[in-house]
């Protein structure tokens, strides 16, 4: 059984659709409510089931979509974790925040 602290994660489906191996893949959007170490990787591995590519310390660690054993030159290990900031507000003193904004790094999954 897992023993963590209280955390919350909402978390949003954004797409359905399949890596480039044809392994199925869920794109979403997770907004932590609290701020715990690893609080998204243990969300989406041990609480829905479903690791974020290339996470190879909670079940992740894939050839894009494959377990790792099954790499290939044509389907090559994940070089990173899929796990993206897309925006971070930073509250400093005085009530004023900085916020951070990236583009999306992932494309969108083949329907």
Not at 25 to 43: C, D, F, N, S
Request: with cysteine.
């Amino acid at each position: 059984p897992l023993d963590f602290k209280p955390s919350l994660t909402r978390a949003t489906v954004l797409c359905r659709g399949y890596l480039a191996d044809g392994s199925p893949a869920t794109k979403v959007r997770l907004e932590p409510r609290t701020g715990r170490r690893h609080q998204l990787r243990v969300h989406c591995a041990e609480v829905a089931g479903m690791p974020i590519v290339g996470d190879a310390t909670y079940g992740g660690n894939v050839a894009c979509g494959a377990p790792t054993e099954q790499a290939t030159d044509e389907w090559p290990p994940c070089r990173r974790m899929c796990l993206h900031a897309h925006r971070l507000a930073i509250p400093l003193l005085g009530d004023v925040a900085h916020e951070f904004v990236a583009p999306d790094p992932f494309p969108v999954l083949e329907e």
